[in-house]
């Protein structure tokens, strides 16, 4: 069984570091067709099932790397810098380490996220992935994606997927040592695809997803079934990515997501992430689908709403969420 930095170690691979002056990298956040919900290794961070995403264009997080006069990191978030002893910079201390070479420079760390996170959008998994993107590039490693997928992941598993644009594959691998756990670019492009951000809540959702998938696995009986649910899934949105399919694509979407609450609720004691305005805008979509309109709903361990539909229907449901963000992921 590998450490997490003997597994980063093997990811990099002996690549000799060339350290930059300083380096800054973006990546986009990503929203899950077909969730990922559970982990078959808790040090390495390697997913129980395999995932699909779409990213979201150019919302995301920019990430600077550079060399720090001192001997400690700093760590500067939105334009403020941190206490060393703050989760936040804790956890970016930990991730960075994982990358280090021998004799590396503490580091000046900033980073900016362009959606706000109380949006609900996934910022853990555009800020993992720039700042491996980021640390790569000051470290000279010069590592291919399919490597920076796999460091990412192990910040957090959507992470993995951040690393690329449009539509991104996670395959959660067989192998102990987590080396054919990755994500892939898949070659499929829907330039009318929007998503549309409903914000319900803006509290800090009441568990964190890595606790929530602990807890959904070991007390929930629906969640046996959800390995064979994502294997049926993916199958359809792949059906549905091939053949241009809209209705398949989005029906399918927010199966899984509705089926992956589904498994929280059945926990034992129950997992609710969801606000009673969540459940309020799932009616409101599909009572308009009902009544012809064409957008689903998919929703993360939080209480806010994503919604896909394709631009011919954006007046219409901007009229039906005023307050929606819309994002177009392939522009
Ligand atoms: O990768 P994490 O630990 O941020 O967990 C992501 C969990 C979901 O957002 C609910 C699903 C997903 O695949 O993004």
Same mark, same amino acid.
């Given at each position: 069984?590998?450490?997490?930095?003997?597994?980063?170690?093997?990811?990099?691979?002996?690549?000799?570091?060339?350290?930059?002056?300083?380096?800054?990298?973006?990546?986009?956040?990503?929203?899950?067709?077909?969730?990922?919900?559970?982990?078959?290794?808790?040090?390495?961070?390697?997913?129980?099932?395999?995932?699909?995403?779409?990213?979201?264009?150019?919302?995301?997080?920019?990430?600077?790397?550079?060399?720090?006069? *001192?001997?400690?990191?700093?760590?500067?978030?939105?334009?403020?810098?941190?206490?060393?002893?703050?989760?936040?910079?804790?956890?970016?201390?930990?991730?960075?380490?994982?990358?280090?070479?021998?004799?590396?420079?503490? %580091?000046?760390?900033?980073?900016?996220?362009?959606?706000?996170?109380?949006?609900?959008?996934?910022?853990?998994?555009?800020?993992?992935? /720039?700042?491996?993107?980021? %640390?790569?590039?000051?470290?000279?490693?010069?590592?291919?994606?399919?490597?920076?997928?796999?460091?990412?992941?192990?910040? =957090?598993?959507?992470?993995?997927?951040?690393?690329?644009? *449009?539509?991104?594959?996670?395959?959660?691998?067989?192998?102990?040592?987590?080396?054919?756990?990755?994500?892939?670019?898949?070659?499929?492009?829907?330039?009318?695809?929007?998503?549309?951000?409903?914000?319900?809540?803006?509290?800090?959702?009441?568990?964190?997803?890595?606790?929530?998938?602990?807890?959904?696995?070991?007390?929930?009986?629906?969640?046996?079934?959800?390995?064979?649910?994502?294997?049926?899934?993916?199958?359809?949105?792949?059906?549905?990515?091939?053949?241009?399919?809209?209705?398949?694509?989005?029906?399918?979407?927010?199966?899984?997501?509705?089926?992956?609450?589904?498994?929280?609720?059945? =926990?034992?004691?129950?997992?609710?992430?969801?606000?009673?305005?969540?459940?309020?805008?799932?009616?409101?979509?599909?009572? /308009?689908?009902?009544? *012809?309109?064409?957008?689903?709903?998919?929703?993360?361990?939080?209480?806010?709403?994503?919604?896909?539909?394709?631009?011919?229907?954006?007046?219409?449901?901007?009229?039906?969420?005023?307050?929606?963000?819309?994002?177009?992921?392939?522009?």
């Amino acid at each position: 069984m590998l450490t997490r930095k003997e597994y980063a170690e093997k990811i990099i691979n002996g690549k000799k570091a060339d350290i930059q002056n300083g380096s800054k990298a973006f990546a986009p956040a990503n929203i899950a067709l077909c969730k990922y919900w559970g982990k078959r290794d808790k040090e390495l961070n390697l997913p129980l099932t395999d995932s699909l995403s779409v990213s979201m264009g150019n919302c995301g997080t920019l990430t600077s790397v550079k060399a720090a006069p *001192g001997k400690e990191n700093i760590i500067i978030f939105n334009g403020t810098e941190l206490s060393a002893s703050s989760p936040f910079a804790e956890k970016i201390n930990r991730f960075a380490a994982l990358m280090k070479p021998d004799k590396g420079p503490a %580091l000046e760390i900033a980073t900016e996220n362009n959606i706000p996170t109380a949006a609900g959008a996934a910022s853990s998994a555009s800020g993992f992935a /720039a700042l491996t993107l980021a %640390l790569d590039s000051f470290y000279g490693y010069g590592l291919g994606s399919r490597e920076l997928s796999m460091l990412a992941g192990i910040g =957090s598993r959507s992470a993995s997927r951040s690393i690329f644009t *449009g539509f991104v594959y996670n395959h959660r691998g067989q192998r102990i040592d987590g080396m054919d756990a990755f994500s892939e670019k898949l070659p499929y492009e829907w330039p009318e695809m929007r998503l549309g951000l409903v914000t319900v809540s803006s509290e800090k959702k009441c568990m964190s997803s890595g606790k929530g998938m602990e807890h959904t696995a070991g007390t929930s009986i629906l969640y046996e079934r959800w390995p064979s649910q994502v294997e049926r899934d993916m199958e359809l949105i792949l059906k549905a990515l091939n053949e241009k399919n809209f209705e398949l694509l989005g029906k399918t979407s927010e199966n899984n997501a509705l089926s992956m609450h589904a498994c929280m609720l059945s =926990s034992n004691p129950p997992l609710i992430y969801w606000e009673p305005e969540t459940l309020a805008v799932i009616k409101t979509v599909s009572k /308009a689908r009902n009544e *012809g309109l064409s957008c689903y709903v998919t929703i993360d361990a939080g209480a806010n709403v994503k919604l896909i539909f394709e631009k011919k229907d954006e007046n219409v449901i901007t009229g039906m969420f005023p307050g929606i963000r819309v994002i177009s992921p392939f522009s």
